[in-house]
């Protein structure tokens, strides 16, 4: 894992000690709300519909059990005992005090965390692959550029008041886990098909939102060395050019839809060209350094297959199953990448309580090189776990409520806060993931569906990224009730997409029927061996708008 140098610490408690003069000022009325409002934002506090909500950045996912467990402490000493992860990698609590929120940020630096650039209109937090630095599939860990990425635009001076927010995703796979296609700026490390070294493709314009599109390829092999430049590049030509008159058509994926592709990127690439690249770009021995924080532990030399691991699958099935769902094969042989779901069925998907934060926590020192991973789907992952260890950590993973296996499936549901916390949704989110979730419960009817990723939104600013699920739940409010809108067909992986709208908005109650017979045509229809997003492609939507207008008509 990166360690702050003195440089980090120093930045993060100068930003403390700014924060906590501020709120202060706030307190006691030198600062009105107006006034205060762009400071908050600045740190990650946002006003919400009950309460603060403090958003905590947790780079490209990556966290140790020294920072879990110094979560899991400001959750019960100044939230009610549990944190929310984001779709953006990030924790959020939802109940702090504003007077607590210096406090809680002294907490943080002690642990190398803050709250910076964790909302407001600057470079969000650098967000990546999951399976960074294991994933077979990897050509190079992406997490050394997220780091690199991180400290450029860490209180970068030109950039931190742009059009609005802005966020970048890194992967170094063949198999996108970081939705980089539906990001502001996606990267994705490639080799040179002449000269074989290591490149980026990267791609522009990116978003969800009211207005959802998918990046648009602007180089496909930048040389690694011309990173820093390239992105400076794209960000002056679209802090100079991107709309500041209308906030919903402030991103940079407007600016690329109105001008074209091509346009954009012969602007950046003229930017590019008369930028002093060497003064920018970081010094070779940086990056090296910096790459080193992330080399792989000291495994230990294992065979590829336990036979401890497969004689306790053979004696608990169970277990067994839940090894299946929840485990991905990993570079080293004898170990394995380990997903936690934060799905149980019933709960809110992404919440995890102070106790559960704490098991977690020990489970990574023990079994996993102290180390963990946040992953954009809401859950966090063991990334390097003996195969030998395995049953054990079920076993305490069950005492923790913890050992769900569901990853993937249709009750591992994405979805935002929705009504019940956020002052933007117009909807609720959280009731309907625990409807949908109770209906198809059972493990064996999951497995016989297979993946399926159903993603909800409580307002049109997607956080739940509904347009890029399979099934794509967006709630709105229509003449004061809650109505829920399907879309279908959508993709967060390398193959893209935007889910189509099946018809009307449908009440609360009526979803869980809707999804069933969604999901009642693809298992009819499907061919051997066939996943749903696949039977979407081959069959069209014609057959599940017909399902679905059934609801609709059941409904009327």
Partial sequence: MYRYDEFDERFVRERVAQFTDQVARRLDGSLTEDEFKPLRLKNGVYLQLHAYMLRIAVPYGTLNSQQLRQLALIGERYDRGYGHFTTRQNLQFNWPKLRDVPAILGLLADVEMHCIQTSGNCIRNVTADHFAGVAQDEIEDPRPTAELIRQWSSAHPEFSYLPRKFKIAVTGAEADRAVIKAHDIGLRLRRHPETHETCYEISVGGGLGRTPMIGKVVRDYLPKKDLLAYLEAIMRVYNLEGRRDNKYKARVKILVHEIGAEEFTRRVEAEFAQLDGPSINADPEEVARIAAYFAPPRYEVLPAV??????AKAANPAFARWVEVNTVPHKAPGYTALTISLKPIGQAPGDATSEQMRRVADLAERYSFDELRVTHAQNLVLPHVRQRDLYAIWQQLGEAGLATANVGLVTD?????????????????????????????????????GPLGIKISGCINACGHHHVGHIGILGLEKRGIESYQITLGGDATEN??????????????????????????????????????????????APFKAAFQETARAAA
Avoid at 306 to 311: F, P
Avoid at 440 to 446: K, M, S
Avoid at 507 to 536: C, Q, T
């Fill in 413 to 449: 549901i994405i979805s935002c806060p929705g009504l019940d916390y956020c002052a933007l949704a117009t909807a609720r989110s959280i009731p309907i993931a625990q409807a949908i979730q109770s209906r198809f419960a059972d493990e064996a009817r999951q497995r016989e569906i």
């Fill in 496 to 541: 893209a997409a935007i889910g189509e709208i099946l018809g009307p908005g449908l009440a609360a109650e009526e979803v869980p029927d809707a999804i069933e017979r969604i999901v009642s045509v693809y298992l009819a229809a499907r061919s051997e061996g066939e996943s749903f997003i696949d039977n979407v492609r081959r069959i069209g939507l």
């Fill in 306 to 311: 336990s036979n401890t691991l497969e004689a």
